[in-house]
Every structure is written in C-alpha cells, then in structure tokens.
C-alpha cells in the first residue's frame, strides 16, 4: 500500500491527489477499501489512510505536535540532523536554522534558476525528438531537481545537465541505496557498520554505489580544504 505525507493542502489537491493515487493502483485500493474500509493497520507501529479528509489530523499542522517513529529514524540513520530528530521541540529549533533560507523572498530570487533548469529541459525534449528517442522522464527530473539544488545551496548548476547520460550513475547509486532503506528499518546496525568501514571496503562490497560514495570523498576533500583555510586566515590575522 501507498503511504504518502502531505501537509496543510485545499480540499481540491487532496482529492487530486486521492485521485492519482486510486488510479496508480486501482485493485489493490478497491480491493482494501471494499473490505476493511480506508483505514488500516499494516503493522503494530503504523497505519494506512486512504482518506484525504484525515489527512491534516495525521500530519503536524500549526500548533500540533508529531514526533518521528523509531523505525524512521532507524531508516535515515542520521539521529544528530534535523531530519533525523526525533523530539518534536528539538527538530523545530534544528529546522529553524533553515527557515531563512525557503523564506518567500529567497524563493522567489529562484525564478532565474528554474527558468535555466527549464529550458536545460525543453533542449534535452528537443533533441530527443529530432533524433526520435524515447525520453526518460524520471531521469530527467531527477537531474532538474538536482541541478537547482545544487545551484542553490553549493552555487554549482548544470552538474548533471552538462552530461550526456544527465548523470545517471550517481542517480542509480542513490537509487540502491534507497532500496535498502526498509532493511535499515529494522537492522539499524547495518547502517552504522558499514558507516565506521572504509571507503575502499565498501566500494568492493557495494560497488553499485561508487559513484555516490566518490562524491562524499570529493566533498569531504573539499570540506577540508574549507577549513585549512579558515585556519590559515585565523593565522594571518592573528599575526
């Protein structure tokens, strides 16, 4: 069954989205909803709602308060970010250092990126079309979405764009990774062992995800070089 989080949305998008979702899998919800209703238990910590009415009382609105479920934060691995937080007081604070950031103003000042990012991806269409191929979509929004973050927090765009496969090795090793996201749900101890490996071990006993793991080396080098020269520039000044 399809679990989906949405927030505070008009009552038209929800059943939009209700609408989808009944399409993408017609017998599965018919079959769930003509026997045990919309709502059901799928396990002792979790429940399935297939009902956009109930939607805002499951998930945190203004003034409500949610903490993440054990398995989630088994799942992400991640307990000191802010996603991986569990109090709900704690992750407000964490999240809070980010607010600035998708304030209205600072999206807005997005617009000259995603026109870029938009017409990086009517080219791609165009060229696929002269050259009558298929095109694959999830591939190609996948590298839009990454290139406008990438612009946005590292002021590095057309990263993926500037490739002829849109940068796909990196997407599939994202891609298995995720796919051992419910393993690491229940065997959180996996996660953090192959975390303490080195990174040569874990390149031969995953190799599928090289690409990824070359990216948080380059990254890292780069991190450290922040930091030598913060240092550098601390000495100078004391001098």
């Known amino acids: 069954m399809t679990r989906f989080v949405v927030g505070n949305i008009s009552g038209r998008l929800k059943r939009c989205i209700n609408s989808l979702v009944s399409l993408l899998e017609p017998n599965r919800r018919t079959a769930a909803n003509s026997s045990t209703g919309p709502i059901v238990r799928i396990s002792p910590t979790e429940v399935h709602v297939n009902d956009p009415e109930f939607i805002d009382q499951l998930f945190a609105g203004s003034g409500k308060r949610r903490e993440k479920g054990q398995l989630t934060l088994n799942g ?36 000259p990126m995603v026109h870029e990012v938009l017409n990086q991806i009517f080219q791609r269409l165009d060229e696929h079309r002269r050259a009558d191929m298929p095109v694959n979509l999830n591939l190609l929004y996948r590298a839009a979405t990454h ?10 765009g057309s990263v993926c ?4 496969d849109l940068n796909q090795p990196y997407f599939d090793a994202y891609h298995q990774m ?7 749900t ?16 874990v390149k031969k006993v995953m190799p599928t995800v090289l ?8 990254c890292s080098h780069h991190d ?3 930091h030598c020269a913060n240092h550098a520039l601390g000495r100078n000044r004391k001098d």
Request: overall charge positive; hydrophobic content about 40%; aromatic content about 16%.
């Open 76 to 111: 992400l691995g991640t307990t000191p970010t802010a996603i991986g937080t569990r109090d709900h007081s704690l992750h407000k604070s964490r999240r809070a250092a980010l607010n600035p950031f998708f304030s209205t103003a600072k999206i807005r000042r997005l617009e």
């Open 147 to 156: 290139d406008l973050i990438a612009d946005y927090a590292f002021g590095q």
């Open 161 to 164: 764009f500037s490739r002829s």
């Open 178 to 184: 995720v796919m051992n996201w419910h393993f690491g």
């Open 186 to 201: 229940y065997f959180p101890w996996v996660g953090r062992l192959f975390r303490r490996l080195p990174p040569s071990i």
């Open 211 to 218: 690409p990824f793991i070359n990216m948080i080396e380059v």
């Open 224 to 226: 450290s070089l922040y």
